[in-house]
């Protein structure tokens, strides 16, 4: 079931509302990625990135990028931060 959208939507959609957080440009480099299809990439790095300078997802954004990394066939358990 698709409750977001598609994966590249659910990962735009964390990225506009936590973007900010970041100190450097991994809020650019996400988008790009997914620009140039390579969502599951940008869903890495981005994932890495929310763990590595400890920023908090809300409920719905933990959702989104749980509910991205599985429509593209990825364990969430292989992304950082998402197995809390």
């Known amino acids: 079931?698709?409750?977001f959208g598609t994966p590249e939507a659910m990962i735009m959609?964390?990225?506009n509302e936590i973007g900010a957080h970041f100190p450097?440009?991994?809020a650019k480099n996400v988008?790009?990625?997914v620009?140039?299809?390579e969502a599951g990439v940008a869903l890495d790095i981005l994932c890495?990135?929310?763990f590595e300078y400890g920023?908090?997802?809300s409920g719905e954004?933990?959702?989104k990028l749980k509910e991205a990394a599985c429509l593209m066939g990825i364990p969430s358990s292989q992304l950082d931060g998402l197995t809390k």
Do not use: F, P
């Open 1 to 3: 079931m698709r409750k």
């Open 55 to 57: 920023i908090q997802l």
């Open 35 to 37: 620009e140039h299809d």
């Open 13 to 15: 959609a964390v990225v």
């Open 61 to 63: 954004n933990s959702a």
């Open 48 to 50: 890495t990135q929310i």
């Open 31 to 33: 988008g790009e990625l």
């Open 24 to 26: 450097d440009e991994t």
